[in-house]
């Protein structure tokens, strides 16, 4: 399973960016798949997820700002309205290991892509 990021960048606050995140291995590993963050100094943040049946949730702090979506095997987070506080390394994940839910860990995970808000 190989999970790639991109679509990251510098933005200014209010902008927005789209994140992609193309995955490669057996479909079966992408019933569950996230958008977490990291911001530097901070823990690791669940952001959004989707499950097999279509359905999304997103962290509280992204509600009504962030859109996650999947195509196929790929996963996509849009962000709008950014804010500084949304800066950090935004990660890619496949495969919740339990409930398809953002407070477990994940079986696979991307390098990261950089979004930075100024």
């Known amino acids: 399973v190989q999970l790639v990021e991109s679509g990251g960048g510098l933005v200014q606050a209010g902008g927005s960016l789209s994140l992609s995140c193309a995955f490669s291995?057996?479909?079966?590993?992408?019933?569950?798949m996230a958008w977490f963050r990291q911001a530097p100094g901070k823990e690791r943040e669940g952001v959004a997820f989707v499950d097999g049946t279509g359905n999304t949730a997103v962290a509280d702090s992204v509600e009504g700002r962030f859109t996650i979506s999947k195509a196929g095997t790929n996963l996509y987070l849009q962000m709008d309205s950014l804010k500084p506080e949304d800066t950090g390394m935004y990660y890619c994940?496949?495969?919740?290991?339990?409930?398809?839910?953002?407070?477990?860990?994940?079986?696979?995970w991307g390098q990261g892509t950089q979004v930075t808000v100024s």
């Open positions: 291995g057996n479909t079966r590993n992408t019933h569950c």
């Open positions: 994940a496949a495969e919740s290991l339990g409930f398809c839910r953002l407070d477990v860990d994940f079986r696979y």
